[in-house]
């Protein structure tokens, strides 16, 4: 599995998110938001562990690149923290929800234009195969629609806050990457 792949097929599956928590029920929509949530925490946790730290190496103006996607992750994520605590009951959820989107799929965009693309020409496969590890690991932890019976244990491992989730998935990453102090 390609490192970059695997990122665009994320992109792809952040949109059918935003799209089902847009389109739930009222009583269905906290569960949506909470996947779209968990989504979101792993892949831009495995980003900014994984592929930011090597674009900056290794594409042109690099690190000026990676700034620019740091600020925009940040920008949405605390967005993203603050629609959490207020909750999806919260009057301002769905207005919130197409700002988050705009500012998250925005982003997508100008990662794939200067940071994906550019390293996908950069790197060897074999890279892209080592990188794709951790994203895999964090991934395992966000199913997107989980089987029956396996929903609970997926909760017990990213449960709480988003930042919770984040931190909980940079240990997921860091482990399977072998960077774990
Ligand atoms: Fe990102
Ligand atoms: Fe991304």
Do not use: C
Not at 6 to 28: C, G, N
Not at 30 to 44: I, K, N, Q, S
Not at 61 to 81: C, I, P
């Amino acid at each position: 599995m390609d490192v970059i792949d695997l990122l665009l097929a994320q992109h792809a599956l952040i949109r059918d998110l935003f799209d089902e928590v847009e389109q739930a029920a009222p009583e269905q929509r906290g569960e949506a938001f909470t996947r779209l949530v968990r989504l979101l925490a792993v892949h831009e946790t495995a980003e900014e562990e994984i592929v930011h730290p090597y674009a900056r190496r290794k594409i042109d103006a690099g690190d000026a690149v990676v700034e620019d996607r740091l600020a925009e992750e940040n920008e949405a994520k605390q967005l993203l923290q603050q629609m959490d605590q207020a909750g999806v009951e919260d009057p301002a959820f769905m207005d919130n929800l197409l700002l988050l989107r705009g500012s998250v799929e925005a982003h997508a965009r100008a990662e794939e234009r200067y940071e994906f693309y550019k390293l996908r020409a950069h790197t060897t496969e074999a890279e892209r195969r080592t990188l794709a590890t951790g994203v895999k690991a964090a991934e395992a932890m966000a199913p997107t629609h989980p089987h029956p019976g396996t929903e609970s244990a997926t909760k017990n491992m990213l449960m709480g806050t988003p930042i919770a989730m984040m931190d909980r998935a940079r240990d997921a990453i860091r482990q399977a990457m072998g960077t774990k102090s």
